[in-house]
C-alpha cells in the first residue's frame, strides 16, 4: 500500500491504495469526521485482492488532510465531491467505482448525477435519501466528555446498535491511532457545520449507473428503512441487508461485503487514463 500527499482544489489530501493500478479502481468515501482509517487497511487488502485498485483518503478535517479552524469550515459537501473527482484527475483515473458510507451517501448522489462519466457504479453504504418519514435515530445524543478517544468509542459503541459484533478493544485502539496521526482531531467536526447545497443535475431517480445498497438491520443512527428508501429510489438498484451490524461495517461481515462489492463492479472495469 502507498500514502502520499496530493494537492486538490487548493487543498492537501492524504491518499493511500492498495493493490494494482491497473485494475479497476474503487474510491471509498467515509463519513462525517472519519478518516480513512476507518475503512480498515484490512477490508482494504481484502477487496484489492479481488483484482481491485483500491483508494481510500482522509476528507478534509480528518486524518493528515488540510485543517480548517474549528466550527468554521471554509467548504461545503459539493466541494468535497469535487476533491473526489480531483483525486482521481491526480491519479489518472479516467472512471471509478464509488463506494460511499453515511454522510458521504450525499457526495455519492452528487457525484452520479452531477459527474457521471466518472463513476462506473456506485455503492451506498448506511445512508438515507433524508426523505420524509423515514423513521428518527434511536440513538441518544452523547455529551462530549473532552477525551477524543473516548467520545470516538462511545459514539461507535451506541451506532453499532447492540451489534454482537462491536468490538471496544480493537474500537479504542483504531480511535487513538486516528487521533495520534490526525492534524487536529477535533476539526472532524466541522463535517457538521459545512454547508449542504443539492446536486445541481437531478435526484437518486436521475441516477443512470448501477446502484448497490448496503445496510445493517441493526443500525439505530439510520435505521433499515432509510437503505430500503434509498434502493426504492435509485432505478434498478439492488438492496444487501447485513444481519447483526449497526451502522459500521464489522470484520465479521467483510467476507460478505466484498463479494457483494465485487460482483456489482465486475460488469462494468473503471478505466484509467483520463
Given at each position: 500500500m502507498t500514502e502520499t500527499m496530493l494537492h486538490v482544489n487548493g487543498v492537501e489530501l492524504c491518499v493511500e491504495t492498495f493493490g494494482d493500478p491497473a485494475g479497476p479502481a474503487?474510491?471509498?468515501?467515509?463519513?462525517?469526521?472519519?478518516?480513512?482509517?476507518?475503512?480498515?487497511?484490512g477490508l482494504c487488502r481484502q477487496i484489492a485482492a479481488g483484482g481491485r485498485?483500491?483508494?481510500?483518503?482522509?476528507?478534509?478535517?480528518?486524518?493528515?488532510?488540510?485543517?480548517?479552524?474549528?466550527?468554521?469550515?471554509?467548504?461545503?459537501?459539493?466541494?468535497?465531491?469535487r476533491?473526489?473527482?480531483?483525486?482521481?484527475?491526480?491519479?489518472?483515473?479516467?472512471?471509478?467505482?464509488?463506494v460511499c458510507r453515511s454522510m458521504s451517501g450525499g457526495l455519492g448522489l452528487i457525484l452520479g448525477v452531477d459527474h457521471p462519466a466518472r463513476v462506473a457504479t456506485l455503492t451506498f453504504?448506511?445512508?438515507?435519501?433524508?426523505?420524509?418519514?423515514?423513521?428518527?435515530s434511536t440513538v441518544e445524543h452523547l455529551e462530549p466528555t473532552g477525551d477524543a478517544v473516548a467520545d470516538t468509542v462511545a459514539a461507535v459503541r451506541a451506532y453499532?446498535?447492540?451489534?454482537?459484533?462491536?468490538?471496544?478493544?480493537?474500537?479504542?485502539?483504531?480511535?487513538q491511532r486516528d487521533a495520534d496521526r490526525a492534524r487536529d482531531i477535533t476539526t472532524a467536526a466541522n463535517h457538521y457545520a459545512m454547508r449542504f447545497d443539492p446536486p445541481v443535475n437531478g435526484d437518486f431517480a436521475d441516477l443512470k449507473v448501477p446502484a448497490l445498497v448496503v445496510h445493517g438491520d441493526l443500525?439505530?443512527?439510520?435505521?433499515?428503512?432509510?437503505?430500503?428508501?434509498v434502493r426504492d429510489a435509485i432505478p434498478?438498484?439492488?438492496?444487501?441487508?447485513?444481519?447483526?451490524a449497526g451502522h459500521d461495517l464489522?470484520?465479521?461481515?467483510?467476507?460478505?461485503?466484498?463479494?457483494?462489492?465485487?460482483?456489482h463492479t465486475g460488469n462494468r472495469p473503471a478505466a484509467t487514463g483520463v
Open positions: 474503487v474510491l471509498l468515501i467515509d463519513g462525517a469526521a472519519a478518516s480513512m482509517l476507518w475503512w480498515d487497511a485498485f483500491v483508494i481510500r483518503y482522509d476528507q478534509r478535517d480528518t486524518g493528515r488532510s488540510t485543517a480548517y479552524p474549528p466550527g468554521r469550515p471554509g467548504y461545503s459537501n459539493g466541494d468535497l465531491a476533491d473526489a473527482v480531483g483525486i482521481l484527475d491526480a491519479l489518472d483515473i479516467q472512471q471509478a467505482h464509488v453504504v448506511s445512508t438515507s435519501t433524508g426523505g420524509d418519514g423515514l423513521p428518527p453499532a446498535g447492540g451489534s454482537p459484533y462491536f468490538d471496544e478493544a480493537a474500537t479504542r485502539d483504531l480511535a443500525d439505530p443512527l439510520l435505521p433499515l428503512p432509510h437503505g430500503q428508501a434498478g438498484a439492488r438492496l444487501v441487508v447485513l444481519p447483526g464489522p470484520p465479521q461481515l467483510w467476507d460478505t461485503f466484498t463479494t457483494e462489492l465485487l460482483r
